[in-house]
Structures are given as structure tokens and as C-alpha cells.
């Protein structure tokens, strides 16, 4: 199996850069488009349409190609940018999407929502629409994001770990059966920590973190308010940040005691009526 490619990185346009890959990656296997489709199981007009840009597919067929093409979650995470670019993200995000791919590790704290890298399909929609997403491009950013959960699955999976501010269990989805599916989607490859409304003001108290760990042993990081993000990769201010993380996981709930906390939460979430 080829080994994980760098992105060429022709194109700055994210839906090109996308495009250009797919057709790279074929070339170089000495596919037709016809034989790709023939070998994959689609109709060989949907890789052209992709091909040209005129189309991005669905994260089923983009799995389907890294899985071909021995590139495991490349392409995945150029269809997320493509898809993304129609919200207008900022190149910092672009960039730390592409980063993320990469990670070897991953923390994270979370001030008011849930780390996309968590949300159930329910949760991701109601949070999408709440932000004025609607028809298909809500849908494709819906979809983008359960594609993004892709990251945590398999052996080579980065590790993660999440601090999650109360406030953020504490403002549950409309519909209950939603919100309780959300608090039960508890995963054993996944480090939550819970921190409580009584651990009172700290140095993360104003925006979401992220840490992520690269191959080459440098830390970035990135900050998001939820109207901006920045991502930062200079080493100076990435060390002042990360004993800011330290201190906030120092007074947040073990990971027993955070589940148990959520656990708690279920119990108070109401019961669907039975007809």
C-alpha cells in the first residue's frame, strides 16, 4: 500500500485542491475513470463530475477513494475543506484542518458546545441550523462533520482529550431524545474531563483551545470564540498557552468523576412519552 502523500498543493482554492488530488491520485494508479468506478462500485461519471469540480461527493465515496489509494483520511480531510470553504473559513482554520489530519495527539478544552470530533448527527444539526445553515448546505456541513469523526477510528488513531466546561452539559439540544442520545455517546478511546461551574474564573475562561501534536514533535495550537479563530504555530506563544490547558485540567473533574457527573445529567433529561 503507498505510504500517506503530501497534498500537492497546486491550487489554493480548497475545491480545486480537492479536484486536483482525486485526478493525481488516479494517474498515478493508471485508472481509467471508467475502471475506477468499475473497481470502487459507483457510476464513473461521479468521479469525473468530482474530477472537475463540479462536484463534491458524499464522505461514503471519499472514504471509499483513501481506502483505494492507500491514503487514509487525506482526502477526507480535503473533502471537509472543500465542503467547508462555502461557510467562508478562514485559511488559519483551513490550515489547522489540515494539521489535524496529521496529529499524533489531541487536547482540547471547550467553553460552551461540544468538539465536533464528539457530536452526535442530531446534536451537529440542530447546533449548524442554530448558526443559520439550512438545505443542502446544511446538509453537507453536517455531513462534513460525521466525516470528520473518521480521525478517531481505527489503530492509528490519535489519542484525545477533552475538557468540557459545565456550561457546555449544561445547554442541552431542544429535543430530548437528541440530548440524551448525545450524553450516551460515550467513547472508551476518548478522555473526558468535566469542569465545574465551582472551579470559578481561569485562563481559558473566554474562548474553545486545541493542542494538537505533530510528527515532527511541535505543538500548535488554535483558539475559537465562535466567531473567529487563530491558529498558532510559533513556538513562544504555544508554551505560555499550554500551562494554561495544565492548569485548567488540574481543576477539572478525573475522568470518573466526569462520567459519573454526565451520568447524573441523563437521569434528569425527560423520558419520551410512551404512545
Known sequence: MPTRRVVTGRSREPRARFAEELRSLRRERGDSLRQLGERLGWDWSLFGKMEKGETLGGPEVV???????????????????AVSDKSQFKEGYRRYMALEAEATSLWHFAVSV?????????????LLAAGGLKGE??????????????????????????????????????DAAQWRSQLESERADVTVQVLPFGAGLHGLVSADMW??????GRTVAYTENGYRGELIEESPPVGRLQPLYDSVRDLAMSPAESRKFILRLLEEVPCEPST
Open 211 to 216: 493542542y494538537l501534536r505533530l510528527p515532527d
Open 114 to 126: 461540544l468538539p465536533g470530533l464528539l457530536q452526535t448527527e442530531g446534536y451537529a444539526r440542530e
Open 137 to 174: 448546505e446544511l446538509d453537507q456541513q453536517v455531513e462534513a462533520r460525521m466525516g470528520r469523526r473518521e480521525l478517531l477510528e481505527g489503530e492509528h488513531a490519535p489519542p484525545f482529550r477533552t475538557i468540557l466546561s459545565e456550561a457546555v452539559l449544561r445547554t442541552p439540544s431542544r
Open 63 to 81: 472514504q471509499a477513494l483513501d481506502t483505494y489509494h492507500g491514503t487514509p483520511g487525506l482526502l477526507l480531510a480535503l473533502w471537509e475543506l
